[in-house]
């Protein structure tokens, strides 16, 4: 088992920016990756970004791409989701997810782990 723990969600305004957190504890892998995904209520839940954990490459979702920017600290088994230039419609609940596949996914039914999700607002 694999646990996840997300933080760093809040309210911020359009333009503004925020850090996610997620520290995963648990059983290690030795070669996996981590996402994050964001839901809005009624809808599906959306890739946003990708890590693998060896030799960090990474994924990004078109919307987000140049704004956003995941990264890893090995050392804390800890991903991070640097977001700035915030718009309202990035407003979600923002999800860490863990996957011992070791690719770069973008569909959420290759993830095996989730964290319980850290609310984001953006106002206008």
């Known amino acids: 088992q694999v646990q996840l723990v997300e933080s760093g969600g809040g309210l911020v305004q359009a333009g503004g920016s925020l850090r996610l957190s997620c520290a995963a504890s648990?059983?290690?892998?030795?070669?996996?990756?981590m996402g994050w995904f964001r839901q809005v209520s009624g809808k599906e839940r959306e890739f946003v970004a990708a890590?693998?954990?060896?030799?960090?490459?990474?994924l990004y979702a078109d919307s987000v791409k140049g704004r956003f920017t995941i990264s890893r600290d090995n050392a804390k088994n800890t991903a991070y989701l640097q977001m700035n230039s915030l718009k309202p419609e990035d407003t979600a609940v923002y999800y860490c997810?863990?996957?011992?596949?070791?690719?770069?996914?973008?569909?959420?039914?290759?993830?095996?782990?989730w964290g319980q999700g850290t609310q984001v607002t953006v106002s206008s």
């Open positions: 890590i693998r954990w060896s030799g960090a490459s990474t």
């Open positions: 648990g059983r290690t892998f030795s070669n996996y990756a």
């Open positions: 997810a863990f996957t011992a596949r070791g690719g770069l996914y973008s569909k959420a039914n290759w993830y095996d782990y």
